[in-house]
């Protein structure tokens, strides 16, 4: 395999993604770079159609962009070219090409996730205009911040509705803790899923958490509001942060969750280069998704009915009635992250 190419999947595959799935693998011939899914790596409740997967591909993709203009190459995308496949997501070809590279090259390495409480001073005013100038080719994504304080804080009420409705239902619970790698021997083992440290959890909370993977203790501990704890005490990380932030698009359709990624990959590369943080606020975000389009017994009807309530207040608040929010998170300034979670290698098959 030409080395260049070598070098960019490496940089490709630092993409984030749902619970670090990496649901992706890789064609390669001499100038082409075909992408597939590889939709077992995460058929949850959080990935309606493969929604989630899809944006996780965008960011994957954008990466290569970015990635072969540091290598001298142009990269063309077409997206989903073969009707007949559905796993097959995207087909990149590079042709050699003189400009300048990409400036974000330099962040792909950068960029992570950090879960710790963010400053709460809101973003300068250099800061928002640097972000919100984000953009790429096309417009098929957008994105919108608030910075007041009453907005992020009930945004963050919203966002951790999700971790209340993982501790009150089983199959979401299990499929949360089934992603938890409690040593750094077994995230580097595994490497899909996240580190426990990642999670930023002081010691008596990690106690806790080990206790909570049981599915029979949470049930006991609910009945001291145990569950509404956690969300509560989730709720007041999210709500430290210099901005709260969403990614929206048309509708629903796959295409558009592939631009979104790619957008949102821009936007947290951007981040990085203004040495600021940001967390993926957005689980309750796909189980409205999941709810929109399915009308199943999986989730309660009082969990129905909050997420679907907080999705639309979300709306409200950044005021995209109309549009389908694909993506939330907060920004804010805090340093590095304690930890970060393994990466699979790049899974390339080589074409004649």
Known sequence: MNEKIRKILDLAILAPSGENCQPWRFV?????????????????????????????????????????SNFGYQADLKLFPDSTNLGFVAEIVLKPDSARPDELYRLITERCTNRKPYKRSPLSKDQLMILSAVDFEGNRARHKFVVEETDKKELANMASANERVIFENQRLHSFFFNH????????????????????????????????????????????IGFSKMIAKANSQIYACAGATGVVTIDDD??????????????????????GLSLQPMAGALFLALHLRHEDDKILSALHKGVVLHNYQRIQEIFGVQGKTVAMMFRIGEDGQPSARSSRLPVNVIEEN
């Open 253 to 274: 359709g796959k295409e558009n969750y592939f631009f979104a990624g790619r957008l949102m990959q821009r936007l947290w590369l951007t981040v990085s280069s203004l």
């Open 180 to 223: 938890v790698n409690w040593t750094k021997t077994e995230d580097d083992r595994k490497s899909v899923g996240f580190y426990l440290e990642t999670l930023e959890l002081p010691p008596p909370a990690k106690v806790m958490f080990k206790v909570a993977k049981k599915w029979s203790a949470i049930r006991f501990l609910n009945k």
């Open 28 to 68: 390669v011939s001499a100038d082409k770079i075909k992408v597939f899914n590889i939709p077992e790596r995460d058929n949850s409740l959080y990935s309606w159609g493969q929604r989630a997967s899809n944006l996780a591909h965008g960011a994957l993709v954008e990466n290569i962009i970015i990635a072969a």
